[in-house]
C-alpha cells in the first residue's frame, strides 16, 4: 500500500496547479501530520440551540459548514431547500435533482438523476447560491460528483468507446480536463463519495468482467487512485451511504453486512459484522479513526410492512476496537466539514432530527442535536379517540392514537362489574397492506363486532364501566415498550352529541351566503391541540337558504347526530342522518309541526334529563326557555314542550347546548347576552338550571358557538367558536363549573372557502 507515500509526496507544482482547481481545502494533507478537528467549530452552530427541522422534508441530502440540503414534496414534484445553521433561515431551490460534495457547494441539474443532468450548476451556499453552469455535453460526459465550486468528476467516454474518469474544471466559462490515473479504461457505472481530506472514494464496475464492484481511493491533488481493491462486492449502488473515506482509512459495506476497513498509512485491511442476521444494509461513515455505522431506516417504518431490526448508530475505534452507541436510529449519515458527520436520526433522550458527529475533548466521537422535528423517539400514546360513552351497537372502533404505528399491541378489555375480559395481540405495521386493526394517523383500534366474535364478552356485552390497557412493543426495537390504561362506560343505542358520520370524531354543518350547506367533517390534533379538517369540506347541497334556523340535536334514535331546520314559515323539519359508518346520508326530511317561529333560539345537543339522550330547548319572543325531550323516535322526535324558564331568556342573543362542561350529572347550556358576556347554565338533571355563573366577555366576536362534543376524548366536552373572515377556535372543556374552558386555540377546520353564514 502505498497511500501514504503518494498523499505525503504530492509536488509544489501539482500543488500550485490545483490550488485554482480545487481550493484549499481540497489539497492532500499528510495523514500523520495534521490530525482532525475534535469538534465543529462555532461557525456551524456547535454551541446553538437546535433549529427546527423543515418539515414535510423526506430526505436530507446534503450538509455543508453554512448549512443542509433537504428535499420535500410540493405541488407534486420534489422540492430542495437549503436552512442554514446561523438562523435557520431557508432558501427554495428550484431544481429537479441535486448531489452533494461535503461542503457547502452542491450540484444541481435538470435530469432525471444527478447523471443524467448533462447541464449542471454548481452553487455555492456560503457564498449566497453563487453558481457555475457547466456544460458537459461537448465533452461527452457524464456527471459523477461535485468536488469543488467549480470543479466535479466525470465519465468521459472517448471515440473508442472507452471510459476515462476525469477532474473538470470550469474556469471563466471555458472547462478544463484532466484525466484520474489509476482506473481501468473499461470501468463503467462510476460512483464516488463526497470529498474528505483531499480525498475521495470510488467503486466501479468493468466491461466483460464478472467479478463485480471494485473500489479505489483517489486524490484529488495528483489526480491517480493511490488505493484499488478489486473484486470488493458492495451491498448497494447507493455508494454514498455504504463507503466512506477519512484522511486515514478507507471504508466500505460489503455482502452479509460485512464492514471492510483499510488503514490508508499501512495498507492493512480489516473487516468484521455489523449485525447479526441477513436482508439488512448498513450506513458506515468515518471520522478521523473512528468508524460509524447502523442500519439506514424509517423510524415510522418503510411504507411497506416489512419489519427488520435494527442496529443503532454505533462507533468503532478503529485502533482499540472500542464500541459504544451514538443514536438509537440512522437514516441517512452524510460526511460534514472539518472531519464531522451529519446525521439524519435520533434517540430517545434527545428525539427525532439531525445530528452532528464530531470528536469530543477525549478524542471521542460524539452526537449534538442541530435541527429538531419535534418527534419523539420513543413510542409515545397520544391518546384515546373514541367517545368516553360508548355505544356497543354502534358501528366506532375502539381507538387509540400512537406516536408511530410500527409496533404489536397486546390488548386487554374488561368489564369492570363481572371482571369478563377480552385479549388480543393486533399486529400494526407487518399487516399494514390490510390490517384491520390499523387507522390513520398512527392510530389503532377494534370494533365491538370483532370483540364479539372472538370474545364471549363481545358477545354478551353488559353496559357499565369498562378498563382498557395495553402494551405496544416497537417492531423495530427502538425505544422501550410503551403501557397504557384508561376506561370507558358503555351502554346501547346511545346517541352521538355532534357526530354526522359516526366514525367517533366531531362534525359541523355549514352554510355559504348562497344558500349552499356543506359538510366539514373534523379530528383532534393532539400536537396542535385544535379541531383540524379530516378532509376537504363536503357539498351537500344548495337551497338551504329557505331555513333561518339549522340545529344539530344529537342522535334522535341511535346513531349518528341528526339536525332539524325551520323554514320561513315556521315549521320546523327534522333530517335523519342514518348511517352503517363513516359515509354520512340524509334521509328525506320530516315534519314535526308548525309554529316554531315564535322561538328566537334553539339548541339542542345536551342531554338535560339524565336518560342518555339529547335534548332541545327553546326560548320564545317573550323570553321564556321550554324544553322538548327526546324520544327516541324519529316519527315523533319530540315529547310535549315544558316550560323551565319563565322571562329573563331574551337578553341572550345565542344560545347552545354543550353537554356536561361543568362537572356535574347533566348537559348544560351556554348563553351570550347583547353585550358579549357568556354565562353557564348547569344542568340539575332533571330538565332545570341552577343559577347561572358569568364565564367571561368578548364571545361577540363570533356569529355561531357549537357544543362540538368531546372532540380531544379527556370525557369533557368542548366548544367551538366561528367568527367573521373565517376565523374559528377550538376551545377544550376543562370539566370545572368555574373555568368550564381552556385558553382557545386557532382551528383551520373551515378555512380556504368562502365565508358561512351559518355554522352548527
Known amino acids: ?91 427554495t431551490i428550484d431544481a429537479p435533482v441535486a448531489d452533494f460534495s461535503g461542503t457547502d457547494v452542491i450540484m444541481t441539474g435538470k435530469g432525471r438523476t444527478p447523471a443524467r443532468s448533462l447541464v449542471l450548476q454548481l452553487r455555492d451556499m456560503a457564498d449566497g447560491g453563487r453558481t457555475v453552469t457547466m456544460d458537459l455535453r461537448p465533452l461527452n460526459a457524464t456527471y459523477v460528483k461535485a468536488v469543488s465550486k467549480d470543479t466535479i468528476l466525470a465519465e468521459v467516454t472517448k471515440p473508442d468507446g472507452s471510459v476515462e474518469l476525469h477532474l473538470v474544471t470550469s474556469t471563466g466559462g471555458t472547462l478544463a480536463q484532466r484525466k484520474i490515473e489509476g482506473i481501468p479504461a473499461n470501468a ?114 418503510d411504507g411497506f410492512g416489512n419489519v427488520l431490526p435494527v442496529v443503532p448508530y454505533t462507533a468503532k475505534s478503529l485502533t482499540t476496537g472500542e464500541t459504544f452507541q451514538l443514536l438509537d436510529y440512522v437514516s441517512e449519515a452524510i460526511p460534514g466539514p472539518d472531519g464531522t458527520l ?70 386487554t378489555i374488561t368489564h369492570r362489574a363481572t371482571g369478563k375480559s377480552f385479549s388480543k395481540t393486533l399486529h400494526l405495521y407487518t399487516e399494514s397492506a390490510g390490517s384491520e386493526y390499523l387507522y390513520d394517523h398512527e392510530t389503532f383500534g377494534i370494533t365491538w363486532a370483532q370483540i364479539a366474535a372472538e370474545s364471549p364478552m363481545g358477545k354478551d356485552a353488559e353496559a357499565g364501566a369498562y378498563d382498557w390497557s395495553f402494551t405496544a412493543r416497537p417492531q423495530n426495537g427502538v425505544g422501550p415498550d410503551l403501557k397504557a390504561s384508561g376506561s370507558f362506560t358503555a351502554g346501547r343505542y346511545l346517541s352521538t352529541p355532534h357526530d354526522l358520520n359516526w366514525d367517533g370524531n366531531p362534525d359541523l354543518l355549514a352554510r355559504d351566503a348562497q344558500g349552499v350547506l356543506w359538510f366539514a367533517a373534523s379530528e383532534y390534533d393532539p400536537a396542535g391541540k385544535t379541531l383540524v379538517r379530516s378532509y376537504d369540506p363536503h357539498r351537500i347541497g344548495g337551497g338551504w337558504q329557505v331555513y333561518d334556523r339549522i340545529e344539530t340535536v344529537g342522535g334522535i334514535e341511535s346513531g349518528a347526530t341528526d339536525f332539524v331546520a325551520r ?83 331574551g337578553v341572550y342573543n345565542r344560545i347552545t347546548a354543550t353537554g356536561d362542561i361543568g362537572g356535574a350529572a347533566a348537559g348544560d347550556l351556554v348563553a351570550r347576552d347583547k353585550d358579549g358576556v357568556l354565562w353557564l347554565y348547569l344542568g340539575r338533571g332533571d330538565g332545570t338550571f341552577a343559577a347561572r355563573k358569568q364565564i367571561g366577555g368578548g364571545w361577540n366576536a363570533y356569529t355561531d358557538t357549537i357544543g362540538i362534543g368531546d372532540a380531544n376524548y379527556d370525557g369533557h366536552p368542548d366548544l367551538f367558536a366561528y367568527g367573521p373572515n373565517e376565523t374559528a377556535y377550538f376551545y377544550a372543556g376543562t370539566g370545572d363549573y368555574r373555568k368550564p374552558f381552556g385558553p382557545r386555540v386557532a382551528s383551520p377546520v373551515l378555512t380556504g372557502r368562502p365565508a358561512y353564514n351559518h355554522v352548527l
Not at 10 to 38: E, F, H, K
Not at 401 to 411: F, G
Open 1 to 91: 500500500m502505498s497511500g501514504s507515500t503518494n498523499r505525503q509526496g504530492v509536488s509544489a507544482a501539482i500543488t500550485a496547479v490545483l490550488a485554482v482547481t480545487l481550493g484549499a481545502g481540497l489539497l492532500a494533507v499528510p495523514a500523520t501530520a495534521v490530525p482532525l478537528p475534535r469538534a465543529a467549530s462555532a461557525g456551524v452552530g456547535a454551541e446553538a440551540a437546535p433549529l427546527a427541522y423543515p418539515a414535510n422534508a423526506f430526505s436530507f441530502d446534503a450538509a455543508g459548514k453554512t448549512g443542509f440540503l433537504t428535499r420535500g414534496w410540493e405541488g407534486g414534484r420534489p422540492v430542495f431547500k437549503w436552512t442554514r445553521f446561523a438562523d435557520g433561515s431557508a432558501t
Open 188 to 301: 463503467w457505472g462510476i460512483h464516488a463519495t463526497p470529498v474528505r481530506d483531499g480525498s475521495v472514494l470510488v467503486d466501479y464496475r468493468r466491461t466483460g468482467d464478472t467479478t463485480g464492484s471494485h473500489v479505489a481511493a483517489v486524490d484529488l491533488a495528483t489526480a491517480k487512485a493511490v488505493f484499488s481493491r478489486e473484486n470488493a462486492p458492495l451491498t448497494s449502488s447507493r455508494f454514498r451511504e455504504y463507503s466512506a473515506v477519512s484522511a486515514t482509512h478507507l471504508a466500505w459495506v460489503g455482502k452479509e453486512g460485512k464492514i471492510v476497513t483499510v488503514d490508508r498509512a499501512t495498507g492493512t485491511e480489516s473487516s468484521f459484522t455489523g449485525y447479526d442476521g441477513q436482508g439488512l444494509g448498513l450506513t458506515v461513515g468515518l471520522t478521523g479513526s473512528w468508524l460509524t455505522y447502523g442500519t439506514p431506516s424509517c423510524l415510522k417504518g
Open 342 to 411: 451529519l446525521v439524519r436520526g435520533g434517540s430517545v433522550e434527545d428525539g427525532d432530527g439531525l445530528f452532528r458527529i464530531a470528536l469530543g475533548a477525549d478524542g471521542r466521537p460524539t452526537a449534538r442535536m442541530v435541527a429538531t422535528t419535534g418527534e419523539p423517539v420513543e413510542l409515545r400514546y397520544l391518546g384515546q379517540r373514541f367517545p368516553d360513552r360508548y355505544d356497543l351497537a354502534g358501528s366506532i372502533p375502539l381507538k387509540w392514537q400512537l406516536s408511530r404505528d410500527n409496533a404489536d399491541v397486546d390488548l
Open 567 to 649: 323554514d320561513k314559515s315556521g315549521v320546523l323539519w327534522l333530517y335523519d342522518v342514518t348511517d352503517s359508518g363513516y359515509g354520512m346520508k340524509i334521509a328525506a326530511r320530516k315534519r314535526i309541526g308548525g309554529g316554531w317561529n315564535t322561538y328566537t333560539q334553539l339548541a339542542g345537543g345536551s342531554d338535560l334529563d339524565g336518560d342518555g339522550r339529547s335534548d332541545l330547548v327553546a326560548t320564545d319572543k317573550a323570553g321564556a326557555l321550554w324544553f322538548y325531550k327526546n324520544t327516541g323516535n324519529v316519527a315523533a322526535p319530540f315529547a310535549a314542550r315544558k316550560k323551565i324558564g319563565t322571562g329573563g331568556w
